[in-house]
């Protein structure tokens, strides 16, 4: 596959206004977003409990956690770097592991779950790395790690049984599973669309992009050894996820153990990924009420439990602000 760079016509100058716009109305309908969801599970819990379990937390808990979060910027650099060596544009370990880093803290300050993402693509470029080959990258990087993070929440799922209520919750859950392999399957075929498809003005960009990635899935996604070895590392980098919430569980004197938050937490944090919310806040204080309602948390306590991970998810990413500091002077 060429690694030449693919063209997207257009006119800049007066499509920007309109990027512009339409950014500032997502941000600020993600900012309403978070707001109105935050607003309506304080109405729902007792704001002086969920204080006073925030006081009570203890300081090693908490520093074991983000170290654990930390671990997942490593973990998924090495994903990264396996993905880029895979699709034939190997990078150096240092910067991949540094891009990493500087994109797990963007994802905690940008208005959507996959900002970071962007901002690693944008980065990768201004290495040499054409745009088309750092976005596929990028992407095959994250379906590696998606693709672990289904698989653990069906399995959640069957553990939790008849406990995780609503009954709708579960079969949305096990559904993401046949959804996913669909997608994938979907899009290891793209590039035997019609040309004529392909040429159409309004699609053809995204289109040909999605063409120029299936072959790239395929040769990651379909090699055994690889796909092994990307799966064990996502599943890695989950397991870095579950010990941060069983650590600030422990430390916040919650009576969790570790098999439910192993059923619980890879639920939580797909669903934090729906992009309708400033970085997930809101959100993952619904999904946590939920899923941590089923293994005996009330809703005071899965709020607690969730905003100290969040807070975690973000000092975890300052690494990543002192590298885009340092670089980006």
């Given amino acids: 596959m060429s690694s030449r760079p693919l063209s997207v016509s257009g006119a800049p100058g007066t499509a920007a206004p309109e990027k512009r716009r339409s950014s500032g109305f997502a941000l600020v309908a993600k900012l309403l977003v978070s707001l109105i969801l935050l607003a309506a599970i304080a109405r729902s819990i007792d704001l002086s409990a969920v204080g006073t379990l925030l006081l009570a937390l203890s300081p090693l808990a908490a520093v074991a956690a983000v170290l654990s979060l930390v671990g997942i910027a490593v973990v998924s650099a090495l994903r990264w770097w396996l993905v880029m060596g895979a699709i034939g544009t190997p990078q150096p370990l240092g910067r991949v592991l540094g891009l990493m880093f500087v994109g797990s803290f963007f994802t905690q300050m940008l208005p959507t779950s996959v900002g970071g993402d962007a901002v690693r693509i944008w980065q990768l ?158 959100v993952r204080e619904g999904a946590s009420i939920a899923m941590l309602g089923a293994v005996g948390l009330n809703g005071d306590q899965a709020v607690a439990l969730s905003v100290v991970f969040g807070l975690a998810l973000i000092l975890a990413g300052l690494p990543g602000c002192w590298l885009w500091l340092r670089n980006n002077r």
């Fill in 125 to 282: 470029s201004r290495h040499g790395v054409a745009m088309d080959r750092a976005f596929i990258g990028v992407m095959l990087e994250r379906i590696s790690g998606l693709l672990a993070l289904v698989l653990m929440v069906v399995g959640g799922v069957f553990w939790l049984g008849e406990g995780l209520s609503p009954a709708a919750l579960q079969y949305i859950l096990l559904a993401s599973l046949p959804v996913l392999l669909a997608g994938l399957f979907l899009l290891c075929c793209l590039d035997r669309l019609p040309p004529s498809l392909q040429a159409r003005p309004l699609i053809g960009g995204g289109l040909r992009l999605l063409a120029a990635m299936a072959a790239d899935t395929r040769r990651v996604l379909l090699a055994p050894g690889l796909s092994l070895l990307l799966l064990l590392l996502s599943a890695a980098a989950q397991v870095f996820s579950i010990l941060a919430f069983f650590f600030l569980a422990r430390g916040l004197g919650l009576d969790l153990g570790l098999p439910a938050v192993l059923a619980v937490v890879p639920a939580i944090i797909l669903i934090t990924f729906l992009p309708i919310s400033f970085a997930g806040w809101g």
